[in-house]
């Protein structure tokens, strides 16, 4: 009954999505059109569990059907379904398999080119979101719908046209492409897939992770994660960026995000991502703030990167430096959001949160923080420190750049 349930509301919801008009490249149709679905309102944020995941979930089968690509999950369906209890930590790799009354049922979402080749390369982004943002890791402080547009509905339909594009040529490799849900709880769609995989992980040749890769800015910079987990990559990337995009590398092949569990196999990944933005898991994170057009730049870097690996023999895989050993206890906040992706001296602000010690003293998005207190900010690691140096309590003096003037203010721990 409840299969015919989500078959109905599937139905009538992929109806009423706004129809997406010629005038548009193929790409940004098709990337518009699934946008649009998953992150409308009568997706209700996708919740981990929900049976609006359930819905989100068929709506990437029917796509993957769409597309050609075999079916790859359970009993000869594109889906692998299990279940788990909630977990403390929202990005905890050991989630707690369970059967129970209070466990949530999770999909992933399993499509199959088959090119008879010897290694297959994965291609992954998480589907799930955080509904009405009651699930407790929401950073608004107003209710309702979190759609999730760039949260990872970019990602999805970036995966979904990549597999468009993929099955229509001849590879030395086989492409498994996965949509998780559970990230948003702590990566349990990818953490249980890496244990219980439908294809031999031993003849995985590497990973791509796409989540949050709607936001290009102006100044066209696109972080790349996992550079560091093969000796080929940067080089190979460098001479794949045929759209011309701002490259900004982190070495680690663990983070926040779904590669993180295929990194701790052993294997070469990839974390392609536009940046944090002040509608980050807010009700604002919406269609119209999509910049398409970036997406579709993205699209071509990372085709011509795939199509450059059909000339190498293999991918080797090489350890990083564990950043969770390097993590540190803060004893104070700031209360800001930093800008990830910016890397030309200081810690540019992307968000200022409300009643916070950096509100409070008078910073804004956009500023550009030099000093804090006896501590020089060159980037977010000194900024850590700075942080982890400085006491409750404790009144200090920050220096910070805006609209390239130089300014300071009194900041009250």
């Known amino acids: 009954m409840k299969k015919n349930i989500i078959f109905i509301i599937f139905t009538f919801l992929y109806f009423v999505t706004p129809p997406v008009f010629c005038q548009q490249s193929r790409a940004i149709a098709q990337m518009k059109a699934d946008v649009g679905f998953l992150s409308s309102d009568a997706m209700k944020g996708r919740l981990t569990g929900s049976i609006f995941q359930d819905i989100a979930a068929e709506y990437i ?3 993957f059907s769409e597309i050609g690509l075999k079916t790859k999950g359970d009993k000869n369906t594109y889906m692998q379904t299990f279940y788990f209890s909630p977990a403390a930590d929202p990005h905890s790799t050991s989630p707690t398999l369970a059967t129970g009354q209070d466990s949530l049922k999770i999909i992933n979402v399993a499509g199959y080119i088959d090119n008879n080749a010897a290694q297959t390369l994965i291609i992954g982004a998480h589907y799930d979101h955080l509904g009405d943002g009651h699930s407790g890791f929401s950073l608004s402080t107003e209710g309702g719908i979190h759609n999730g547009a760039d949260d990872n509905a970019s990602g999805v339909s970036v995966m979904l046209y990549l597999a468009e594009t993929l099955v229509k040529t001849k590879s030395k490799y086989n492409y498994l492409f996965l949509a998780f849900s559970g990230e948003e709880y702590g990566l349990w769609g990818s953490n249980y897939f890496v244990k219980h995989p439908t294809v031999d992980l031993t003849k995985v040749a590497a990973m791509i992770n796409l989540d949050m890769v709607g936001r290009l800015k102006d100044d066209n910079s696109l972080l790349i994660g996992g550079v560091g987990t093969s000796p080929i990559w940067k080089s190979k990337i460098e001479a794949s960026n045929v759209s011309k995009l701002k490259l900004i590398y982190e070495e680690s092949g663990s983070g926040p995000s779904d590669h993180t569990s295929f990194y701790f196999k052993d294997l070469p990944v990839l974390f392609f991502f536009t940046g944090q933005h002040s509608d980050y898991h ?7 703030k999509i910049n398409f057009k970036g997406m579709n730049l993205i699209i071509e870097n990372i085709y011509t990167l795939i199509k450059s690996l059909e000339k190498v023999p293999s991918i080797p895989f090489t350890k990083t430096k564990d950043e969770k050993q390097e993590k540190m206890e803060m004893k104070v906040t700031l209360g800001i959001m930093p800008d990830y992706m910016y890397n030309e001296g200081g810690l540019r602000v992307d968000g200022v949160k409300e009643d916070r010690p950096a509100q409070k003293a008078g910073l804004q998005v956009g500023d550009i923080i030099m000093e804090l207190g ?12 700075a942080l982890n140096g400085i006491s409750p309590g404790e009144k200090v003096i920050v220096k910070f750049r805006r609209n390239n003037q130089m300014m300071s203010s009194d900041v009250q721990f």
């Open 374 to 385: 006896k501590f020089k900010i060159a980037e977010i690691q000194s900024y850590m420190e």
């Open 282 to 288: 807010k009700p604002s994170d919406d269609f119209d």
């Open 61 to 63: 089968a029917s796509r």
